[in-house]
Structure formats: structure tokens, C-alpha cells
């Protein structure tokens, strides 16, 4: 199947993704602050430059864009041009993604990934669940947390 605009067109497109700062993460970040949690952003000193580290608690937050990162939701289709590539580069982003988790979690961190499809789209979740599922985590000392969309539900 052709695309539906033209190479340019598409080119300008996915130049203009951003891979820090975008909705779902302010959103996120806001939320929390909100609570009272203070935390550092993307910081590079950790694999991966989680999105959000708070050094008081001994956790980081990635909040991770269905499509970029694989995720198995309704938000996550395969583009249907230069399949080879797509493919790559998304097994690359999720084996990535395990590796730098793994990384974080050996260094004593404790890990929570919230998805998109959390935030947006059929299966999200009220925004004030979500604050309220990672503010839970934050204070109580869980190791892992992953918040996912409705079809999926989220868990501890």
C-alpha cells in the first residue's frame, strides 16, 4: 500500500517527533508534581534518560509512546512501507528498552513504565488513576509498575 502523502511530506513529519518533552510525559510529570513530588528529567546519567528520576525515592519513570516502543495495545500497528525497516528499528527500540531497564534495576533503581494508551486513545484510563497508581508506587515501595490501558489493565 503507497503511502498517503509524499516522501517530503513524510520526511518533515517524523522530523518533527520529539522523543523527550512530549504530552503524555508533561501530563505525567505535571500530575505528579501536583502531589508534591520533585524529581530530575532525562537524566543521562542513567541508560535510557528516564523520562522522569526521583532520587528521593530510588525510582524512575519512562513514559513510553505505544508505536516507538512496540507495545501490544490497539495504539500499535505496524506501518504497511518499508516493513524491513519498521521492523528493525522497533526491535531494536524494545530490545533497547530491556536492556536499560535491566541496567537501571541491577543499579538498586526501582522501575515504572507508563504507556500512552494509559493516557490516550479507547482503553485509557482517567488521568487522576493514573497519578494516583504511580504517586501509590512512589510511596510504597514496590520495584515495579507498569501502567497500561484499559484492554490490559494496569499492575503492581
Do not use: Y
Amino acid at each position: 500500500m503507497a503511502d498517503i502523502v509524499s516522501p517530503k511530506t513524510r520526511s518533515r513529519m517524523m522530523a518533527g517527533i520529539k522523543s523527550g518533552n512530549t504530552k503524555p510525559e508533561i501530563v505525567i510529570r505535571s500530575g505528579l508534581h501536583k502531589k508534591g513530588f520533585r524529581f530530575r528529567l532525562h537524566d543521562r546519567k542513567l541508560p535510557g534518560k528516564p523520562d522522569l528520576v526521583f532520587p528521593r525515592h530510588g525510582a524512575v519513570i519512562f513514559v513510553n509512546g505505544c508505536f516507538w516502543h512496540g507495545h501490544d495495545c490497539h495504539l500499535f500497528k505496524w506501518p504497511k512501507t518499508r516493513e524491513d525497516f519498521w521492523k528493525n528499528k522497533i526491535s531494536s527500540n524494545k530490545a533497547r528498552d530491556i536492556t536499560n531497564i535491566a541496567t537501571i534495576k541491577n543499579a538498586g533503581w526501582r522501575v515504572a513504565v507508563v504507556w500512552e494508551c494509559a493516557l490516550k486513545g479507547k482503553a485509557r484510563l482517567e488521568l487522576d488513576s493514573v497519578i494516583d497508581l504511580c504517586s501509590f508506587w512512589l510511596r510504597n515501595g514496590a520495584n515495579e509498575l507498569e501502567v497500561r490501558g484499559n484492554e490490559s489493565g494496569a499492575s503492581i
